[in-house]
């Protein structure tokens, strides 16, 4: 019985000393992770989509969609929201970051979804996982701002 005791103390020992240190990460921080992650992923499916044949050509030729100067003023706020939003996710109040970050996620979520329906070219196939994985993104984006934790008051 004794063995067994100090055997099971020295795992129990063991095991304690052996465990990694897990903090509890804030949600601001998690919500600017998460923005910073859906950026790289717009950033790389860019990139990789200048790698398509003929795809430089059509943008310097003028035949791409952001042909226009209104065009391209208008595609840049795709890109600037969710880069202000790494940000404001930790600058805003709590109730303005979630706010914030519940509509430009569902925003983004949607628009990236319209994105994917619109993908058909063999060439696009990363382009297919870029979309559905910044949509996972932005969809927990919108789920940790919706669960965002409440502060524990005690009212008197």
């Known amino acids: 019985m004794t063995q067994h005791l100090n055997s099971s ?5 063991m095991n304690h000393a052996n465990k990694l240190e897990d903090l509890k990460v804030n ?3 998690k919500l600017a992770a998460l923005w910073t992650s859906v950026m790289f ?25 952001l042909n226009t100067p209104q065009k391209l003023f208008a595609a ?8 202000l939003m790494i940000f404001l996710s930790i600058l805003l109040k ?4 979630r706010l914030f970050n519940i509509i430009f996620g569902t925003c983004y979520s949607a628009l990236m979804l319209w994105i994917l329906s619109n993908y058909s070219d ?3 196939i990363f382009a297919i996982v870029f979309a559905i994985v910044e949509s996972i993104i932005t969809v927990i984006i919108v789920w940790y701002a919706w669960k965002w934790p409440r502060q524990n008051q005690l009212i008197l």
């Open 122 to 124: 063999k060439w696009l």
């Open 41 to 65: 992923c717009y950033i790389y499916e860019d990139y990789f989509e200048l790698y398509v044949p003929k795809r430089v050509e059509r943008i310097i030729s003028g035949e791409s969609l």
């Open 9 to 13: 103390l020295k795992f129990n020992k």
């Open 27 to 29: 949600v601001k921080i």
């Open 94 to 97: 709590p109730k303005l970051s």
């Open 76 to 83: 840049s706020w795709v890109l600037i929201i969710p880069a």
